[in-house]
Each structure stands twice: as structure tokens, then as C-alpha cells.
Nanobody, 113 residues
């Protein structure tokens, strides 16, 4: 049963923007801490941003001021707005539900000219 589905990835030029979405199924989404993580080739998966059910946010230092995490509990969806993208942001981006431990399959983001 697929519980998290990411979308919105793609190829973008440096300095560009993308908005990722993560649609969640299942109950109690509104009380779940949700997180965005990423994994670049040859590197470990790392936390990008997290958001609590009430909207409290936390960001990795390398995305502060450029990325914004948000959620719509009525739509069971969490978003990641990514601005001022850099080539080093290239990675597969994953959505995670802290409460259930579920992971999505990821969406590829490639930043290149």
C-alpha cells in the first residue's frame, strides 16, 4: 500500500525554482511530523526540512533562506518550495512520515545548465 507519493521534480537551471509535493494516505496526517530528505549519488541521505502538524518548521543550514516547507492538512499534502537552486541541490528528494516511518519512492531534482 503506497502511503507517500512525491511529485514535482525535474530539470532546472541554476537559480531556478521547483515545488515538490508529497501526497499522503492514511489516517492522522495532521498530527504527523513530516520531513523532506535528499540523497545525492554516492552520499548519505540527509534531512532537508521538517514540519510539525501545527506548522513548526526546521531546516538544514544548507537550505535556510532558499527552501520553504509547508503543509495542507485538509489535502494530506506537504510541500517543499525550492528557490535559488544550485547544482549541489541535485539529488533524489524523499518525503518521510515521522509517526509511521513511511518513505516515498522519491522524485529526482537535477540542477544543471
Amino acid at each position: 500500500q503506497v502511503r507517500l507519493v512525491e511529485s514535482g521534480g525535474g530539470l532546472v537551471q541554476p537559480g531556478g525554482s521547483l515545488r515538490l509535493s508529497c501526497a499522503a494516505s492514511g489516517r492522522a496526517f495532521s498530527i504527523s511530523i513530516m520531513g523532506w530528505y535528499r540523497q545525492a549519488p554516492g552520499k548519505q541521505r540527509e534531512m532537508v526540512a521538517t514540519i510539525t502538524g501545527s506548522g513548526g518548521t526546521n531546516y538544514a543550514d544548507f537550505v535556510k533562506g532558499r527552501f520553504t516547507i509547508s503543509r495542507d492538512n485538509a489535502k494530506n499534502t506537504v510541500y517543499l518550495q525550492m528557490n535559488s537552486l544550485k547544482p549541489e541541490d541535485t539529488a533524489v528528494y524523499y518525503c518521510n512520515n515521522w509517526r509511521t516511518g513511511d518513505w516515498g519512492l522519491g522524485t529526482q531534482v537535477t540542477v544543471s545548465s
